[in-house]
């Protein structure tokens, strides 16, 4: 996708490009760069987060910074413009900068389409048609005694008197009128989605009754309690007022959090799954201790110098080693096609719990490395997932996964499918436990893994076939220089 145009030879413009595998919107989490700074080809003006991961933009032309279109925190479409660039500075009067300090609202393109008969142009497409909509009517000084008579009967109601208290002046800003359609650009419409706000109980600031960004901001915050009213003598309140109960804000009580980036994706994709794959899960406990010092011993193997060995990278060979005897489970399904597209190559999911959320990077080609190289692969891949560095090619094109879900003291658990793939092992925690073992009650490192499965192409028997070899594995770790 092209990712800049021309407005005229001087200034160009740079849209958000398609960062990952069909890819619909980002959310800008930084810009770099304000108006007026110097940038060059190849220099990151802002950082960006999609459905899959954050990623930073590079700028492919020099110049001087002219305009932003989006601030931080806006979720942009796909091909919008998100920046300006005046790619030739000094060279005849231009337009000044639509702000000199961080941008707080969006403005309009630069070169509109042409304007639907009797509607007003705003940032996305038209607004509705000038007969259909009834403007805010501006705060007048006619709108003070109504405001005030209001004021002093509510007032005269809490103090249980006949004769209203002492009028406290209106504030300075404009009454909400019922009927017709808030006026607000879609910016802030999709802010006051997300903040749960009915944008027809905003007060509106703004220029001709517009509503801001800061008057969403200022209806969702929890109102401030009201000082209350002087009076002469005390009086005792009414009945009424005495044992109606305290109301609290909901924003007090509540906490809303805009589901967007790679929340939102994760949301998608499980429902996706859940109800579209027929889910199976299999369960097996399995004494690990040979394993256990299996890592141990290669800890200390200097061919294993220098990476992360752990029990997971055992356990990822185990499934690798099950995959390769019984490769049928290595598979997807095409609905469109109705066909099961069976999988040469393996590559290797591993989840990974980062502050933006869980994400599934996989190793590519897993199934052709050797144990110096899985664990190579495995360490750089939880470091990347830690940093946010994660790429969206690094999530794309799984065909199996590994969940780790002992490293929070979980025995286990039914893990959901990531869509496309045909199974996922979830590995539960390590821990000493009384077990049989030559005919003895001893101690012993055990766990329990868990294998879902898409039963459409994974019947019982493969999939009860793939976990008891990945147990049989991990409990006779030596079967790992035979079955490989």
């Known amino acids: ?69 989006f601030p931080e925190g806006t979720t942009v479409d796909v091909g919008q413009v998100i920046i300006a660039i005046d790619v030739a ?16 609202e969006p403005v309009a393109e630069p070169e509109a389409e042409a304007e639907p008969k009797g509607r007003t142009p705003v940032l996305v497409g038209y607004g509705v048609a000038e007969s ?50 808030p006026l607000a650009k879609p910016p802030v419409r999709k802010l006051a989605k997300d ?30 309690p009201e000082a209350p009213a002087a009076v002469a003598s005390p009086v005792a309140p009414a009945p009424a007022v005495a044992e109606a109960p305290a109301v609290v804000s909901d924003s007090a009580r509540e906490t809303r959090i805009p589901v967007k980036g790679v929340r939102k994706a994760i949301a998608q994709a499980m429902v996706g799954s859940a109800f579209t ?27 294993m110098a220098g990476v992360r060995v752990n ?30 597209v069976q999988k040469h190559y393996v590559n290797l999911g591993i989840a990974a719990a980062t502050p933006r959320g869980l994400i599934v990077p996989n190793i590519k080609d897993a199934h052709d490395k050797t144990l110096p190289q899985l664990a190579q692969a495995l360490g750089e891949l939880v470091t990347t997932a830690r ?46 436990q009384p077990w049989v073992h030559k005919g003895k009650v001893k101690p012993r490192q055990v766990t329990t893994l868990a294998l879902s499965f898409d039963h459409r192409l994974v019947d019982g028997e493969l ?9 049989a594995i991990l409990e006779q770790p030596k079967r790992l220089i035979t079955w490989a």
């Open 1 to 69: 996708m092209t990712t800049m145009t021309e407005t005229s030879a001087r200034f160009r413009e740079f849209k958000m490009p398609d960062v990952g595998e069909g890819l619909t919107e980002a959310e800008i989490l930084k810009w770099f760069v304000q108006p007026g700074d110097t940038v060059t080809d190849g220099q990151v003006v802002c950082e960006v987060e999609t459905a899959k991961a954050a990623v930073e933009l590079p700028i492919p032309f020099d110049g001087v910074v002219h305009e932003l279109r």
């Open 89 to 104: 500075p000094g060279s005849g009067d231009a337009p000044a900068p639509a702000a000199a300090a961080p941008v707080q």
């Open 132 to 181: 259909s909509t009834k403007r805010r009517p501006r705060k007048g000084a006619a709108a003070a005694p109504e405001a005030a008579a209001v004021a002093a009967a509510v007032q005269a109601e809490l103090n249980g008197h006949g004769a209203p208290a002492a009028p406290t002046p209106a504030p300075a800003t404009a009454v909400p009128v019922q009927g017709g359609r």
């Open 195 to 224: 903040l749960g706000i009915d944008l027809a109980t905003v007060v509106p600031t703004g220029k001709d009754g517009i509503i801001t960004r800061e008057d969403v901001h200022a209806a969702a915050a929890p109102a401030a």
């Open 277 to 303: 794959a027929p889910h199976v899960t299999e369960f097996v406990t399995v004494d690990v201790t040979r394993t256990m010092k299996l890592v141990a011993e290669l800890k200390e193997d200097k061919d």
């Open 311 to 340: 029990p997971l990278l055992i356990i990822a060979k185990a499934l690798l080693v099950a995959i390769k005897r019984n490769p049928e489970v290595n598979a997807a399904w095409d609905e469109a096609n109705q066909e099961i």
């Open 387 to 432: 940093d946010g560095k994660t790429s969206p090619a690094a999530m794309a094109g799984g065909t199996v996964t590994i969940t780790n879900v002992g490293v929070f003291g979980v025995d286990t658990g039914t893990p959901i499918l990531n869509p496309g793939e045909s199974a996922i092992l979830a590995v539960g925690a390590i821990k000493l």
């Open 463 to 471: 999939g009860s076939k793939v976990l008891a070899d990945v147990a």
